[in-house]
């Protein structure tokens, strides 16, 4: 499976984004998936994954309240607004999947990962 995020972008502070992650090769429809981001000079962090049928939301600390993480099997895509976007946001987002069904916040959990797209707030 591969996997292409895209979507990212400059926005201003309390801007929002819609990033998508499409795959190919190969379906997510039985995959839980995830996005993840890297700032520069920081460890890469969990912001949200979802089960497969799209059960079983989870958010990290940064993405709560503030993102929502959704899929559409039939686009192969899963997908990641963010609104009320703050200039700490400022990452690369990649998205990830599992061979299995289910979520988890560490990255080790995940099988495929696709190359990140930038994400830039400022004032």
């Known amino acids: 499976v591969q996997l292409q995020a895209s979507g990212g972008g400059s926005v201003q502070i309390g801007g929002s984004l819609r990033l998508s992650c499409e795959a190919s090769?190969?379906?997510?429809?039985?995959?839980?998936v995830a996005w993840f981001r890297q700032a520069p000079g920081k460890e890469r962090t969990f912001v949200a994954a979802?089960?497969?049928?799209?059960?079983?939301?989870n958010y990290g600390g940064s993405a709560q309240g503030r993102s929502t993480i959704s899929r559409d099997d039939v686009q192969n895509t899963v997908f990641l607004q963010m609104d009320n976007l703050k200039q700490e946001d400022t990452a690369v987002y990649s998205c990830?999947?599992?061979?299995?069904?289910?979520?988890?916040?560490?990255?080790?959990?995940?099988?495929?990962w696709g190359h990140g797209t930038l994400v830039t707030v400022s004032s």
């Open positions: 090769g190969g379906t997510l429809s039985n995959r839980a």
């Open positions: 979802v089960n497969w049928r799209g059960t079983g939301l």
């Open positions: 990830a999947a599992t061979k299995g069904e289910y979520s988890d916040y560490h990255v080790y959990a995940y099988d495929y």
